[in-house]
Structure formats: C-alpha cells, structure tokens
C-alpha cells in the first residue's frame, strides 16, 4: 500500500454514484467506467469478468482506492456458475499490466451478471477471498440490463456493500490506449457466435413484426366496420332530431314570445314594487288549459289575439246605464301579469283609481281578476 502525506490532491472534476462513505472511499475513472458498461453490454447476456487495475492509499485515516484501468481476462474457466481465472489468465494480465498500466496493480475484480441485478452468489464471496487477499481489492458487480453496479468488499472478515462511488474524470492515456487495441469481443470465434444469434434474434424479431402487423390489420378493419355502422345510426338519430325541430320550430317561437311577455311585465311590477314598497296583487290565470295547451294554439288564433289585445286599451263601448241612459265608456283586457294597480297605474299614472274600477265594474275581490277579463274605465 502507498502511503501519501496530507498534500495528497483528489481529483476535482468528478460525478458521485450513490453515497459516499467518508472512512473508504472508492474512486472509477470515466473511460474504465465506460468500458466496464460497454463490456458487459456486448456479452449479449452472457455472464463477464475483468481484471480492474489502479492503486490504494491512505490518507488522513481513511482509505481511498482509485482504479485507472481494467482488463478483459483470457483463459478463463466456468466453475461452480461463475467465470474463474485460471493461471494462464493471470500471466495474461501481468503482461497487460507491464504494457499498458505499468506501475499499477490489480485492486479488484468485476463481473457482470444480466438479468441478476444485485444478487451476491456465495461462489462470488468465496473466490473473492481466496484470490483477492490483499487489503481493499474490492468487487465491482454489474447488471447490464437492469443498469445496476455496486461494489463489495471485505472488513473484519465480512464481506459488505459499499453504498457508493466517485466516477473522476482525468486524462487517461493508458486506458485510452487499451481500449483503441482491446475491443469488447474477446476471440473471432466469439464474434461469429454473436453475430448468428443476432441473426437468429433478427429473424425471430421479423416473424413477429411481421404476425403483428397482421393482427392490426384485422382489428383496423374491425375498427372500420364498427365506425360505419355507428356513423349510420348517429345520421339517423339526427335526422329525426332534426325533423322533429323543424315541426316544432313553430310552437317554440310562440312559446319564446309568451315567454318574453310574461318576464317583462314581472319585471315591470317588481320595480313598481320596489318604488312604492307595497304588495301587487297579480291577476289570476284561471284558464290553465290556454297555458298547457300553448304549443296546440294556431298562428291565425295568435295574431287575432294579439289584435285584440293591442287595440283593447283603446276601444270604446257603449253600455247602458239605468235602463234609459246610455253612457260610453274605455274598455281594458286583462292581459297575463296584471293587477288592479297596476291596470290603475297604467292608464292613470297612480293607484288611486282602483275602488272606482272595482264598483264600476262590480269587482268584490281585487284578487279576482282573470287573464282576458275585460273591465270598463272610469
């Protein structure tokens, strides 16, 4: 291990992955990082293992590991489900070490394992502490397909995660160097595997494409059927509607006239009301068939009584009075909404007419006057 004084200086330019424990601190450059993903990736789901190379110090009373390097593995073997280094391997990266990392040293070991995520085979605890010793050698696992990497190390005989990392970013030439001379394929053999099995997943992914875009096919013209029949019976539901609107057009035009009437002349007495602050009494409709039956009523019946109501408080009747005098006198149709005063207040400015209208006309209740009633002026 290297010993460095207090004037060590850690990088500045750096990304943290995780939380960072103060005691052990780990620290991957970019292009190892970089590597190790793309690395693992083009396993093409199979299980990888690599060498990561860097050096270890202490500082201050605490432990910093930085890795500047990793190296692909030769000669390795399958035992006990995972990927071992067999003597050959390890000859293979001391001669990597002295070309490309010289002056380093193997820190640690990575493997990835797609579609396992964080899972820790006890086969991982126990080749990592036969094989890598030395204090802080750390395991770096990694699933590829989830996007997951963790590192693992051992303390007082335990092996324990470590919550995070620092990714630096550095001119790294050495790294750089091995990359450009080192691709992720292994061997040519294993190049040509992948390509077949790309090819074989290429033709399974056009079948499917290929049943997919039938079944759309069906269900589009499912689809279309469904459509047609539902914009044929939507016409048909407006055409009634429409129908039917064009033959009521009329009565709902006599009704919105009545309608309109009927709120001017409430308005009108309610600002009356609100002048003199006393109480209108309202004639009373007592034909309520002529207002349920409003949509039955003719065009022609209409006009006549609009006549009839426009000219009514101008016509003039001669009555006769004590059998032998004849006296003229102005007549008014009781039109919906009125009232007594209000008849009073119409034709004569104020409301002082009323008892006069009442004997005239022999009017016992003032509330006792219907729409239509005709009533003598005095």
């Known amino acids: 291990m290297n010993e460095k004084n207090k004037n060590f200086d850690l990088p500045k330019n750096i990304k943290q992955m995780g939380s960072i424990d103060n005691s052990f601190k780990i620290y991957m450059e970019d292009y190892v990082f970089t590597y190790l993903q793309q690395y693992a990736k083009e396993g093409k789901g199979e299980e990888r293992s690599a060498i990561l190379v860097g050096e270890s110090y202490s500082v201050d009373g605490s432990e910093i590991v930085f890795i500047s390097g990793a190296i692909k593995p030769e000669h390795t073997m399958q035992e006990n489900g995972i990927i071992k280094f067999s003597e050959k391997s390890f000859e293979h990266i001391d001669k990597q070490i002295q070309k ?64 995070g990392f620092i990714i630096y970013y550095e001119k790294n030439e050495q790294m750089s160097e091995y990359m450009l001379n080192n691709k992720p394929l292994t061997t040519k053999s294993e190049e ?25 096919l069906k269900e589009y013209k499912k689809m279309t059927n469904v459509f047609g029949s539902l ?122 007419k009323i008892s006069e209208i009442m004997q005239l006309n022999n009017i016992t209740d003032a509330n006792k006057i219907f729409v239509g009633m005709k009533i003598k002026l005095p």
């Open 192 to 216: 040509k595997r992948f390509r077949a099995k790309d090819e074989k997943l290429l033709d399974i992914s056009r079948k499917a494409n290929n049943q997919k875009n039938s079944n759309m």
């Open 100 to 163: 490309y990392f010289n002056g380093q040293k193997i820190v640690g070991w990575f493997y990835s394992q797609p579609g396992f995520s964080d899972y820790i085979n006890d086969e991982y605890i126990k080749y990592h502490k036969e094989i890598f010793k030395e204090k802080n050698q750390v395991f770096f696992l990694n699933d590829p397909l989830e996007n997951i990497g963790c590192f693992y190390k051992f303390l007082d005989n335990n092996f324990y995660n470590i919550s």
């Open 231 to 352: 914009s044929a019976v939507l016409f048909l539901v407006c055409f009634i509607m429409g129908a039917g609107l064009m033959q009521s057009d009329d009565r709902i035009s006599e009704l919105e006239k009545r309608l309109v009437k009927l709120d001017e002349s409430y308005r009108y007495v309610l600002s009356e009301v609100k002048n003199d602050k006393v109480q209108s009494v309202f004639a009373q409709d007592i034909s309520m068939q002529e207002t349920t039956n409003i949509e039955q009523t003719s065009k022609e019946e209409t006009s006549i009584k609009t006549e009839e109501t426009t000219e009514s408080t101008t016509k003039v009747e001669t009555v006769t009075q004590n059998n032998n005098d004849k006296k003229q006198y102005k007549t008014y149709v009781v039109e919906e909404g009125d009232s007594l005063e209000l008849i009073s207040k119409k034709i004569y400015g104020d409301r002082k």
